[in-house]
């Protein structure tokens, strides 16, 4: 009786032990599962992450975060020696030309310097505004580039303070709300606000800073705005005058950023802007076939006029060698989100039009240019 007992007792023991190792087996096997499954999914979230910040960084992409600071200067007067572009003398005349710059960083680098003396330099009988979004202290106004591009009698220099900017316009309650320190990019963002009121409240021509002008912009008319690809439209080239055509066209951008700002999407308050606007205003969907006949008197040039060489292409500006198939262009876009840190090597297109568009600049930085 002893020896069944002790056999059952280990009988059982044994089939305890193997339902347990079973246990303990699948146990494992579901941890290691487990352990593979996230770690797959790590991966497949790091990558993902990885190319986004690739993307990002490639376009020149803001981060969303402490948004409040990159538009704190957007609020602040300390030093500023500017003139207010609010204030009753400020009154540009008819068919000026507008540059905005939007970053904190308090001053103007040579590259941007270099545009704004293209465009001064193309137009010597029009006014060229150069609007800052913060401020500029004395020895930056005295001793910078600013103070080269000071020396040309058709550059001015103000300082917009965005909220009283865009008082009794359209957009007052956009700004008034904070809403772009909301913005994944804020700076960029604010850019879009500043160009469409800038063209509201004055007409004119606005042109990105990374834009270097050829030639003038005069032939072209009054009233015109530039498709990047054939079938995309840009807001780094834009004219709009103060007749009933540019009325039209400030009009429904300014109405169009108000009801449509997404502080998500980057390319939404821009581009997006323009593209829908001119879904509406031009008798055709197909933006092959805009133009002013098309589209209300408006005109729309192609990308050959303002940018000849492609984003993928960038690199062609900044190696020696010349670029193919440029006759047309009345400026060349940069693209700065891409290019900011592109070596400009000796005797590349952008070294050459640097030495003859902007002269001043490129003398005054020497070696040092776009760096």
Known sequence: MYNSNKLIRKITYKLYSLKTRRKIFYLRKNVIFAIIFIGVIYHVKLRDVLLEQRYFKHFGFRSYLNNSE???CYYSNEGDVLPWAEGPNFAPKLNSIFFHETSCRGGLNSRQACSIESAARAHPTRQIYVLFSGPIIEV?????CIAKLRLLPNVHFARVHIEEYAKNTPLDGLVASRELEES???VEHASDVFR???L???GGVYLDTDVMVVKSLTPLGHNWVAKEISWHASVGVIASSMDHIGRRLAQALVNELKTTFKPDVFNN?????????????CNTSDPTEWSAKTCQGLEVYGPEYFYPVHYTKSNDYFKTGKLQNVSDAYTHHLWNKMTSNK?????SPYDEMAQKLCPLIYEMYGDEFGT
């Open 70 to 72: 990159l538009l704190a």
């Open 140 to 144: 930056v106004y005295q001793k910078s």
């Open 184 to 186: 994944y990019w804020p």
């Open 196 to 198: 469409f009121l800038t």
């Open 200 to 202: 509201y409240n004055w």
């Open 269 to 281: 308050n821009g581009p997006g802007v323009m593209t829908r606007v001119l879904h509406r205003m």
């Open 343 to 347: 070596t400009i090597e000796k005797d």
